[in-house]
Each structure stands twice: as C-alpha cells, then as structure tokens.
Nanobody
Framework: VQLQASGGGLVQPGGSLRLSCAASISIRSLNVMGWYRQTPEKQRDMVAI???????QYGDSVKGRFTISRDDAQNTMYLQMNNLKPEDTAVYYC?????????????WGQGTLVTVSS
C-alpha cells in the first residue's frame, strides 16, 4: 500500500489549506486513516483520524479548525485546515491502518510541509 500526501505549502496566519492523501488501493479496505504532524522539536502527534464506521477524532489544538474526510470513489483522504496558526507549522503525514487475518498493517505517506507565517 502506498500513500501519497500533497497540498502543503506556505500560508499566512488565518489562511486555509487542504491536504490530500491518495492511496494505491481502495480505502474501503483501510480500517483507520489519519493525519499526524511533526516538528523538529516534538514527537509525531495525532491531528485527526477517521475510522471506517464514520467516527472522527481530532487533536485538541485543531478542534473546530480542521476537518478530516474520505472520498472512497477517489481513494483519497483529505484534511481541510482553516484559521491556520503559526504553531500549525509542521510536516504532515498521512497514515492508514488495515486489520487483516494475519495481523495489523500500518502505512505512512512521505509527508508534506505546511508553513504558517506572515
């Protein structure tokens, strides 16, 4: 399974970006998909996750500003980021988990850099 993240860039505080994560297989087979972010000073933190039953969870710092969604037809997951703040600057990674008879598989995309600065 390959995950291709895109959509990062430079944006001013208060602006918006939409990240995309395209999967090489049908995302219906992926039990959990999510976005994580990492800076040089911090460990990789959960931003948002989407579970196959439609449940979503968000990190406290992004609640009300970020929205995760999945487009099964396009095999793509999105992260809509609004009202961006300088502290949102990080490399954003997409992740997918598949639970199968042989165990659990964990997949990561290559990361896309988001920089929030004036």
């Amino acid at each position: 399974v390959q995950l291709q993240a895109s959509g990062g860039g430079l944006v001013q505080p208060g602006g918006s970006l939409r990240l995309s994560c395209a999967a090489s297989i049908s995302i219906r087979s992926l039990n959990v998909m999510g976005w994580y972010r990492q800076t040089p000073e911090k460990q990789r933190d959960m931003v948002a996750i989407s579970i196959g039953d439609g449940t979503t969870q968000y990190g406290d710092s992004v609640k009300g500003r970020f929205t995760i969604s999945r487009d099964d037809a396009q095999n793509t997951m999105y992260l809509q980021m609004n009202n961006l703040k300088p502290e949102d600057t990080a490399v954003y990674y997409c992740n997918a988990i598949r639970v199968a008879a042989w165990g659990t598989d964990d997949y990561w995309g290559q990361g896309t850099l988001v920089t929030v600065s004036s």
